[in-house]
Nanobody, 124 residues
């Protein structure tokens, strides 16, 4: 089992950057595929990006390709989401999620563990 906690959210201006972190407990974090999702008020939780357990594969939603980068440091039990060229429509609560030793998926229900979320607000 793994516990996740996000940090790094806040207020940014359009065109700016933020880096979100997802810190995990547990010695086997390197065995988990990790995804980032976002949820804006009144909307469904949506897939943003994911990284395989080894870090060798990544996948992005079309809306963030070229602007966001997901990475991981298994020695620090942490996954990062570098967000650049932010847009007001990126405003949402961002969640990290994990699934054990499985392929990358964009479906929220495939992930077994979730963090509490961190708010990202982008002003125009």
């Amino acid at each position: 089992q793994v516990q996740l906690g996000e940090s790094g959210g806040g207020l940014a201006q359009a065109g700016g950057s933020l880096r979100l972190s997802c810190a995990a407990s547990g010695r086997t974090f390197s065995s988990y595929t990790v995804g980032w999702f976002c949820q804006a008020p009144g909307k469904e939780r949506e897939f943003v990006a994911a990284i395989s357990w080894s870090g060798g594969r990544t996948y992005y939603a079309d809306s963030v390709k070229g602007r966001f980068t997901i990475s991981r440091d298994n020695a620090k039990n942490t996954v990062y989401l570098q967000m650049s060229s932010l847009k007001p429509e990126d405003t949402a609560v961002y969640y990290c999620a994990a699934r054990f030793l499985n392929a990358i998926t964009t479906k929220r229900y495939d992930y077994d563990y979730w963090g509490q979320g961190t708010q990202v607000t982008v002003s125009s």
